[in-house]
């Protein structure tokens, strides 16, 4: 009976570290290639665009969330129930995605000059990341 059970919990054990570990890379995985594409955009068109394209992609994605889920009914242009989920919290895979952006935003790699980090540094933080 102790064999069993012993067998049963490390089945339960491997089964969640299993589940773990998936949304552990694809959370890793997503925050690898949204930082690559914000230097890629801030190393093509400068700094304030690569912010600016940042926080667009991160309402546009909250605005197709909320209406693939349904959570904003519109009619004749306005919306009739307001209940935006900015959390994105029916899909557990997108959900580090706010937190990602702002740190991302707080992030040397997309701060000004005139906010105390001199552009040499972020050059070379750009190349750590590429």
């Known amino acids: 009976m102790t064999a069993i059970m012993l067998m049963s919990c490390l089945l339960l054990f491997s089964f969640l570290m299993y589940e773990f570990s998936v949304v552990f890379l694809q959370h890793f995985f997503l925050l690898v ?3 690559l594409q914000v230097i890629l955009a801030s190393l093509e068109e ?3 665009e690569g912010r600016i394209l940042l926080q667009e992609w991160l309402v546009i994605l909250t605005a197709q969330y909320n209406d693939a889920y ?3 009914q519109y ?3 306005s ?3 307001s209940q935006i989920d900015v959390a994105l919290s029916q899909c557990p895979q997108l959900q580090p995605l706010p937190r990602l952006i702002f740190a991302l935003l707080r992030n040397p790699l997309l ?3 005139e906010e105390g980090v001199h552009p040499d540094y972020r050059i070379y933080l750009q190349c750590l990341f590429r």
């Open 70 to 72: 349904k959570l904003i």
């Open 75 to 77: 009619s004749n242009g």
């Open 46 to 48: 400068g700094v304030r």
């Open 33 to 35: 290639y949204t930082t």
């Open 111 to 113: 701060r000004f000059h």
């Open 79 to 81: 919306s009739l129930r």
